[in-house]
């Protein structure tokens, strides 16, 4: 198993009482439920309570072994995966294998966005923007200067699906319900938020009706929505962004967030050169409709790697995926107890070199997205909810999914300081974090924070 996401996990999950051992080898020690990475980038709840450890998930699961590291080969002839930790290099020989490596961000051919705009992909990712968010209110407290501290108000969020609508809500309610009474020089209800899509709507996977509803409850909430706007240069203190008529306008912001496109993971591009499967723009890789590899059966590549009949690249789909491969392995299991040898066997484990096992087929359960506290929208079949109800869906659902006990009480705690009340329980950041990826160090020469109170200020005590 290759990855330990909604896919490696539930896939493994799925195995323990089949009569396999299995081995799960990701580059993180934990499960993380992507979801709720903003809730973590703005001081909500902790990376804990998002991303448990999977030895521990796994912990009764005595078929199943979990490894640390980062695969950097597969080898389908000799059916072997290679990793890395540090230094060190490990070969694994498999008889089945599961790959479910995820996405990354994708930044449409211009990489160098990410040192500026970081995406929300990973624990790193979340913290680093919690750094950036916080930080950026910490610095305008101690400006001098008007148009760098607008600058440092001033967030941006590109990319207005799920993730975007989520996030730039979540910052807006921090500046005007969380920090309104915390700072001294500054008016945290003041802040700009901005959320940019090239797109002519907001949440277009949800229809007219919903994104009408989600546009209207963001500009509520101080949401300032900009559609139709590409964005084409990023730095240090702004983006540079260009309208559907070719005219370019600049937006001054030091703390900016992508949430736009995502890549499939590499190992996609690898297993395809070998099985002459094809990649779409978007690197996921052309699977058979029972979720294996072209002349490879005993290899199933699940969620957001996959192009299938247009799938959305969304958790249910490595979760159904993942219980499809192990219906199938615990199937090939028991056609192999019971003697049936089938004629042109592959040379491990008896599977025939042209199986095609039952089709994959994925239940859509829906979509839903928050907007700010008490308002959602959520697509479920032909029900189309917003505002209170989808909102009480949506907690419910991402409850049932938060994988453990603990981590369902304390998540709910923090939800209740957060949304009942004012507070944010997580907003801890270290040095490292604000000053992540040197981020301020771009800010320029110009730049000159001071601890000294303006005229007519009491200076601190
Ligand atoms: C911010 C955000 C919000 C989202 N919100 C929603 C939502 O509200 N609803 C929804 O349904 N979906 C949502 N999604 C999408 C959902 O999280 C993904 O579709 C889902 O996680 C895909 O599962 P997966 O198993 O394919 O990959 P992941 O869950 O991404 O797991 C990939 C695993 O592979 C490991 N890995 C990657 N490369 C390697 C390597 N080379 N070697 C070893 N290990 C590797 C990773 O460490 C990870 O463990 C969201 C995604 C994001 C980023």
Known sequence: MIGSGFGGLF??????HAEVDVTMIARTNHHLFQPLLYQVATGILSEGEIAPSTREILRRQ????VLLGEVTDIDLTARTVTSKVLDQTGVMKYDSLVVAAGSGQSYFGN?????????????????????????C??????????????????????GAGPTGVEMAGQIAELAHRTLRHEFRRIDPRSATVIL??????????FGDRLGAKALAKLSRIGVEVQLGAKVVGVDGTGLDVEDAQGQRRRIESVCKVWAAGVQASALGALLARQCGAELDRAGRIRVRPDLTLPGHPEVFVLGDMIALDDLPGVAQVAVQGGRHAAREIRARLAEKSAGARPAETSAVDGVAADRVGPAFEYHDKGSMATISRFSAVASVGRLRLSGLTAWLMWLAVHLIYLIGFKHRVTTLLHWAVSFVGRGRSERTVTHQQIFARQAFDQLGDEFSPTLSPRPGQDPPS
């Open 11 to 16: 896939t493994t999950q799925a195995l323990k």
């Open 137 to 158: 209110f910490e610095l305008a407290e101690l400006v001098e200067d008007d148009a760098q501290r607008a600058r440092l108000m001033t967030f941006v969020v590109v």
């Open 196 to 205: 940019l899509d090239a797109a002519p709507a907001v949440l277009g996977s």
């Open 111 to 135: 990489d160098h966005f990410a040192y500026f705009a970081p995406g929300m992909k990973s624990i790193d990712d979340a913290l680093e923007l919690r750094g950036r968010i916080f930080g």
């Open 62 to 65: 005595g078929n199943a072994r």
